[in-house]
């Protein structure tokens, strides 16, 4: 939305306070909605009682950029350019449902736009961490102060921990976008939890990959449910898509069990085994220069039960 003369005067007279942005007094009705559409675009949400437009950053820095600029790009134009469709609030209680995600529970929401999951995840006493890789969109979640941490970077490229209870997530779809981030996401998911997705219709196709990936789903329990058509119509979106619970079996993640110690051959052999015969075992604990009165022989580590004097003379 390119930002016309009259906006630009308008933007010119704003005062600002810290991340409060105020407009001038003297502004028409039209004038004042096409600002504020600019202002909102630009991350802006206007608060009543403090007769401003409020940003998650200083507001001076916001309107340098934007005027620099000379135009701001609509919810709408920023939604199509990153394959970022939020999800609507009755999809999201859904997904919620589906992953059956307990109060207590560590939750993680990747991909997690303006934390519109992660959000309501918290509200049902979830601990909540999200990986957002837009700037912008993860300073708003960390403004809303719902979540435990935020991680502002690509989801794709973190290493995967198997930590979490459950994850709930809605990635983007194109090129397959989906299919890598769900597979991704499982290795964050402890054994025992479960991970519910939004994926684009596509997953139902024919390709050796899809197919794969259904057969693994469905062995491991799992399920797909086909969602409205108009699901994401509000988010400005017509794509198709499903619901998808994958469970995460206990041993899926588990590390492997340690290997016992192998028991060496030879242990629990005895003399016969060498062509010797049994001794008493007294036998070597003594060291005398004749037999005792109970016809225990002398010491005879030294010939193999030959006497030690017969045995040192042998030398």
Same mark, same amino acid.
């Given at each position: 939305m390119k930002i016309r003369s009259a906006e630009r005067a308008a933007l010119d007279g704003a005062v600002c306070d810290g991340r409060d942005l105020r407009l001038p007094a003297q502004l028409g009705v039209e004038q004042y909605a096409r600002v504020n559409r600019l202002l909102v675009a630009a991350g802006g949400r206007y608060v009543p009682g403090r007769g401003a437009h409020v940003f998650e950053r200083e507001a001076a820095a916001v309107l340098t950029e934007l005027l620099a600029a000379g135009e701001v790009k609509t919810i709408r134009e920023r939604t199509v350019e990153r394959q970022m469709f939020p999800t609507p609030t009755p999809l999201v209680e859904r997904l919620i449902d589906l992953a059956q995600v307990r109060a207590g529970q560590a939750v993680l929401e990747p991909s997690a736009g303006d934390g519109a999951i992660a959000e309501r995840l918290a509200a049902r006493g979830a601990i909540v961490d999200c990986i957002e890789l837009d700037a912008d969109s993860a300073a708003r979640i960390r403004a809303g102060e719902y979540a435990r941490s935020v991680v502002t970077g690509d989801f794709l490229k973190r290493p995967r $921990?198997?930590?979490?209870?459950?994850?709930? !997530?809605?990635?983007?779809?194109? *090129?397959?976008? =989906? &299919?890598?981030?769900?597979?991704?996401?499982?290795?964050?998911?402890?054994?025992? *939890?479960? &991970?519910?997705?939004?994926? /684009?219709?596509?997953?139902?196709?024919?390709?050796?990959?899809?197919?794969?990936?259904?057969?693994?789903?469905?062995?491991?329990? *799992?399920?797909?449910?086909? &969602?409205?058509?108009?699901?994401? $119509?509000?988010?400005?979106?017509?794509?198709?898509?499903?619901?998808?619970?994958?469970?995460?079996?206990?041993?899926?993640?588990?590390?492997?069990?340690? $290997? !016992?110690?192998?028991?060496?051959?030879?242990? /629990?052999?005895?003399?016969? =085994?060498? *062509?010797?015969?049994?001794?008493?075992?007294?036998?070597? &604990?003594?060291?005398?220069?004749?037999?005792?009165?109970?016809?225990?022989?002398?010491?005879?580590?030294?010939?193999?039960?030959?006497?030690?004097?017969?045995?040192?003379?042998?030398?």
């Open positions: $921990r198997p930590v979490y209870d459950a994850v709930v !997530m809605n990635p983007p779809f194109a *090129g397959r976008q =989906d &299919l890598r981030h769900v597979e991704h996401a499982e290795g964050f998911v402890r054994p025992g *939890g479960a &991970l519910v997705a939004v994926m /684009g219709n596509g997953i139902t196709g024919d390709s050796p990959r899809l197919v794969r990936f259904r057969q693994r789903v469905e062995r491991l329990g *799992g399920e797909f449910q086909h &969602l409205p058509a108009d699901a994401f $119509r509000e988010s400005g979106a017509r794509a198709r898509t499903v619901a998808v619970r994958i469970p995460v079996p206990v041993e899926l993640n588990a590390p492997p069990p340690p $290997r !016992m110690p192998e028991v060496p051959k030879w242990q /629990g052999l005895t003399p016969k =085994d060498f *062509g010797r015969p049994e001794r008493p075992h007294q036998d070597g &604990l003594f060291l005398l220069g004749d037999a005792d009165e109970l016809g225990t022989p002398p010491f005879d580590a030294l010939g193999f039960g030959v006497p030690l004097h017969q045995a040192v003379a042998q030398r």
